[in-house]
């Protein structure tokens, strides 16, 4: 059963590919690349917003944040489909704020041109195993429900490493075959991604948020 999870990271998309216990790294720097290397995979999940409401926020996003309680902050909140076209953080704000959704912060819209790549790139049926996630949903989940400390820390960067270890024995050894230039928790999120990722693939995903798809064809929930 082969498997992807993705996360984005500053260079681009790091892929984590799940065979499985066989876990491969690797990074593009174009999203369409890892679409056509990961066609015929049984789920591919990212951690980006794919489906955006037309008005207001998503559910899915809400049910997560009282999900994971004092880590709910890291919880992107996903621009409305009119507002993620925007070419200024000003201008995305007041789009989105006439059509019910909050201000636009810096660090949101500097998402917007990744989001707006994964969601033209995924444009089609042939794309229907491609599902929205969250790996720190993802970690929350593998440590009985309760958030670890933060991907930045120490700490967190230790209790990750211990649950994906209890899944994925070769683990270390795989981690020194990572591009080098790619931040530990960016790769660690991308594993997770495929954990949730396997779990899809075997019908024993946890669904954020409706289970159909809207009218553009993209998958209203979040699976982990």
């Not at 660090?107 to 995924?122: N, P, V, W, Y």
């Not at 491609?130 to 120490?154: C, G, I, Q, R």
């Not at 795989?174 to 660690?188: A, G, I, W």
Request: net charge negative.
């Amino acid at each position: 059963m082969a498997v992807a999870g993705i996360d984005r990271w500053r260079g681009g998309w790091i892929v984590a590919e799940l065979d499985d216990t066989e876990l491969t790294l690797w990074a593009t720097a174009r999203i369409e690349s890892a679409c056509e290397r990961l066609a015929h995979h049984e789920a591919v999940t990212i951690d980006m917003p794919i489906a955006l409401a037309p008005h207001g926020t998503r559910e899915a996003e809400s049910l997560m944040r009282s999900a994971l309680g004092a880590s709910a902050r890291s919880v992107f909140t996903s621009p409305t489909r009119s507002a993620s076209l925007a070419v200024s953080q000003s201008d995305a704000t007041e789009i989105n704020r006439a059509n019910g959704g909050p201000g636009i912060s810096a660090q949101a819209f500097g998402l917007f041109a990744s989001i707006r790549e994964l969601r033209t790139a995924l444009t089609g049926p042939r794309f229907e195993h491609w599902w929205e996630t969250h790996p720190e949903t993802a970690f929350a989940l593998m440590n009985d429900e309760v958030p670890m400390a933060s991907k930045k820390s120490a700490v967190g960067v230790g209790q990750r490493l211990v649950h994906l270890r209890s899944h994925l024995p070769l683990l270390d050894d795989v981690l020194l075959t990572s591009p080098e230039k790619v931040p530990v928790d960016d790769v660690l999120d991308a594993i997770a991604a495929a954990w949730s990722a396997r779990r899809i693939a075997t019908g024993i995903a946890t669904i954020y948020g409706p289970p159909g798809r809207d009218d553009e064809g993209f998958a209203f929930g979040i699976r982990i």
